[in-house]
T-cell receptor, first 114, second 113 residues
Framework: EPEVTQTPSHQVTQMGQEVILRCVPI?????FYWYRQILGQKVEFLVS????????KSEIFDDQFSVERPDGSNFTLKIRSTKLEDSAMYFC????????????FGPGTRLTVL | AQSVSQHNHHVILSEAASLELGCNYS??????LFWYVQYPGQHLQLLLK??????LVKGIKGFEAEFIKSKFSFNLRKPSVQWSDTAEYFC???????????FGKGTKLSVKP
């Protein structure tokens, strides 16, 4: 069964450093999403991506965040200058289309900012 | 804006007990409601969804949920839980036009063997 994959599973970085979280969505999917979950809090939407551009983003997704689909398979989330409060679990998801289609989630990347 | 709330933070049950997890939604026009499950160490998986039609929705692994419009509720139920149902359960709804999901805080279910 096709699945969304994410690498790395755990990333530790120093405050102020840049990190890139990688996701490989399901191959025929068209919509891509990033969510995050700070420890003990709810899963929060960050950004959606369709047709090679951001289609929607939340207040959390400020200028330090960016997303890219550099090739036909990868979907990346870059955090330019990490802060302590960026420590969280980051989930990638993809769906065939919006509306009634299910979003499939990856296993997540745990980001720890020291 | 659409939102959902889950009031049970942690539920502890013995095997074979019946389960009901609460979810309330805010009215924002079209109703799209989901229940996701996250087993320990695994990714979020869709249990079931409601968009329209029969308000009693059946999902995977013996779960069901009932949409009650008058109560703004979409509670998740299972008549007899198993130890393998130990997981965190999230109610969700669409937050925008691009299908982004808005999640509740989640309910952790622990089933004692």
């Amino acid at each position: 069964e096709p699945e969304v994959t994410q690498t790395p599973s755990h990333q530790v970085t120093q405050m102020g450093q840049e990190v890139i979280l990688r996701c490989v969505p399901i191959s025929n999917h068209l919509y891509f999403y990033w969510y995050r979950q700070i420890l003990g809090q709810k899963v929060e939407f960050l950004v959606s991506f369709y047709n090679n551009e951001i289609s929607e983003k939340s207040e959390i997704f400020d200028d330090q965040f960016s997303v890219e689909r550099p090739d036909g398979s990868n979907f990346t989330l870059k955090i330019r200058s990490t802060k302590l409060e960026d420590s969280a679990m980051y989930f990638c998801a993809s769906s065939g289309e919006t509306g009634s289609n299910e979003q499939f989630f990856g296993p997540g990347t745990r980001l720890t900012v020291l | 804006a659409q939102s959902v709330s889950q009031h049970n933070h942690h539920v502890i049950l013995s095997e074979a007990a019946s389960l009901e997890l609460g979810c309330n939604y805010s009215y924002g026009g079209t109703v799209n409601l989901f229940w996701y499950v996250q087993y320990p160490g695994q990714h979020l998986q869709l249990l079931l969804k409601y968009f329209s039609g029969d308000p009693l929705v059946k999902g995977i692994k013996g779960f069901e949920a009932e949409f009650i419009k008058s109560k703004f509720s979409f509670n998740l139920r299972k008549p007899s839980v198993q130890w393998s149902d130990t997981a965190e359960y999230f109610c969700a709804t669409y937050g925008g036009s691009q299908g982004n999901l808005i999640f509740g805080k989640g309910t952790k279910l622990s089933v004692k063997p």
